[in-house]
């Protein structure tokens, strides 16, 4: 898929970023028993498209080149924000921020300096977020090679709320969920860069045919009881917006698997 021929990364699921529940320190400081992301979200201005997305070609080779492990490429899919998109890369620790870039180890600084500086001119607004993986309050795991259309949800949760809504996500949600299929359910917290009552979910779907038969917990539950689990979470949840994005496969990498 070509970089410049898809509106980029849409923004909403319902299962996909958590932090620990417990004390509010807990839940902003991250640790090493689940692992972490970075997500930056990227705003391109849109006579720029083209040049970002041959300039990420670059990016990306200097990451191989500097050890980078993965990199994951998310394109809004016709409904949300078209001209952004969401990188999204593994944190070993945080020490790693303390030292070089995969980018500048891979290219050397000044080269590193150099593409920064032509991505700068055609970015009209981005921001980082360091993230929590939850597969505990999530289903399975997302195969690469299928369901390339995805709904994101993006939920603000009420400050010391957030026990209740983990709660819900690993009962009433995760289960109601399998009942229709899902084989996948991401789900994340974010623990810097935002708000870190916020959390990040992402379900897979097969295209917009797929997507059009309904919101999968709406077909588990039906209309009452999914009005139902709504009441409950009056007054937990601030704020839910749901973005449809779609992987770009062109502009993301993974672990080189070994030949037998």
């Known amino acids: 898929m070509r970089f ?13 970023l958590l932090a620990s529940p417990g004390s509010s ?22 006579e720029a498209m083209s040049e970002f997305g041959a300039l990420q070609a670059e990016v990306m080779a200097a990451q191989r080149a500097g050890g980078q492990p993965w990199r994951e490429t998310w394109n809004t ?22 030292g070089q870039t995969f980018t500048a180890k891979g290219a050397g600084p000044a080269a590193a300096t150099a593409i920064n500086d032509r ?10 977020y ?4 939850r597969p505990d309050l999530g289903i399975g795991v ?12 993006y939920i603000s949760v009420a400050p010391g709320r957030e026990p209740e809504i983990e709660q819900v996500m690993k009962s009433e949600v995760a289960a109601a969920l399998k009942k229709v299929g899902v084989r996948y359910y991401g789900v994340s917290r974010v623990i810097y860069g935002g708000d870190t009552s ?10 917009f045919a797929d997507l059009g038969r309904g919101h999968p917990l709406e077909r588990a539950l039906g209309a009452d009881g999914l009005a139902k689990l709504q009441a409950k979470l009056t007054g937990v949840i601030t ?20 030949t037998p």
Do not use: W
Request: charged fraction near 20%.
């Open 119 to 128: 991505a700068r001119r055609m970015i009209a607004h981005q921001q980082i």
């Open 239 to 258: 704020k839910l917006e749901r973005h449809v994005v779609r992987f770009n496969d062109a502009l993301s990498f993974r672990p080189a698997t070994k």
């Open 25 to 46: 320190e807990a839940q902003t400081a991250p640790t090493n028993a689940r692992p972490m992301i970075a997500m930056s979200i990227i705003d391109v201005k849109p």
């Open 142 to 153: 997302r195969l690469a090679a299928k369901n390339t259309l995805g709904v994101v949800s």
């Open 198 to 207: 916020q959390y990040v979910t992402l379900l897979m779907f097969d295209n």
């Open 4 to 16: 410049a021929c898809r509106p980029l990364f849409v923004v909403s699921l319902l299962i996909g």
């Open 77 to 98: 899919a016709t409904l949300g924000y078209p001209f952004r998109i969401a990188v999204l890369s593994p944190v070993d620790s945080l020490e790693q921020f303390d």
């Open 130 to 133: 360091l993230m929590q993986v």
